[in-house]
């Protein structure tokens, strides 16, 4: 009984198979797959956004006190400039100087040198410098009014071999000073020796 019925449905297949194959009539199957253990997966995402949004050191003060919210808005200014130059947008990275920065070059000079300096641009760090010179057991004077410093490091690789005056790839030490200038941070001067 059993033979009887497997040797129907196999010539019913053998049968259906060929009409099915040459019908003009298109037809659409939906699927849908139902997983399970999704908590496994959702175990996955968590430990791994855990593991990239975990900081390698964290010191503790930083924690416990308020920074003033200018050296944010700083770090945003610095963080932009130095992304500018990453993508070739060296008039947008002139733009964030201050006007006393920008009386040294005009910007048609700056655009110049900045695309032979800054083919490629990596932000190491953006620290405010009295904090950086905390961690390094220093104290500082307090920023001056309408000013805010920075300690930054980068790796930046230019035309030849050369970033301005360093070798591709080399970190930079670089001691960034802004300016509140029309109602915004603007970067005043660039220096490779600690500021007083």
């Known amino acids: ?6 040797r129907i449905l196999v010539y019913f297949l053998v049968f259906l198979v060929p009409i099915a194959c040459n ?8 699927i849908t797959r139902i997983v ?8 996955i995402v968590r430990e791994t956004v855990v593991n990239i949004l975990e900081p390698a050191n964290v010191d503790d003060s930083l924690l416990q006190r308020d920074i003033d919210p200018d050296y944010f808005d700083g770090t945003i200014v610095i963080t932009q400039y130095y992304t500018f130059l990453e993508n070739g947008l ?15 070059s005009t910007k048609e000079e700056y655009i110049r040198m900045a695309a032979l300096s800054f083919k490629s641009v990596q932000i190491v760090s953006v620290l ?18 309408n000013k805010i410093r920075f300690a930054v490091q980068i790796r930046a ?15 930079q030490d670089l001691f960034l000073e ?6 915004g941070w603007r970067i005043d001067s660039f220096a490779t020796a600690p500021i007083p």
Request: no cysteine; glycine share 10%; charged share 20%.
């Open 1 to 6: 009984m059993k033979n009887n019925r497997l």
């Open 23 to 30: 019908s003009q009539n298109t037809h659409t199957i939906e």
């Open 36 to 43: 399970p253990q999704t908590v496994v997966a959702t175990q």
């Open 90 to 104: 060296y008039e947008q990275a002139y733009d964030l100087l201050s006007s006393f920065a920008n009386s040294s």
């Open 128 to 145: 405010p410098y009295f904090i950086a010179v905390e961690q390094q057991g220093g104290k500082v004077k307090p920023d001056p009014e």
């Open 157 to 171: 690789w230019g035309e030849g071999n050369m970033s301005g005056s360093r070798m591709n790839g080399e970190l």
């Open 178 to 183: 802004l300016v509140n200038e029309n109602g």
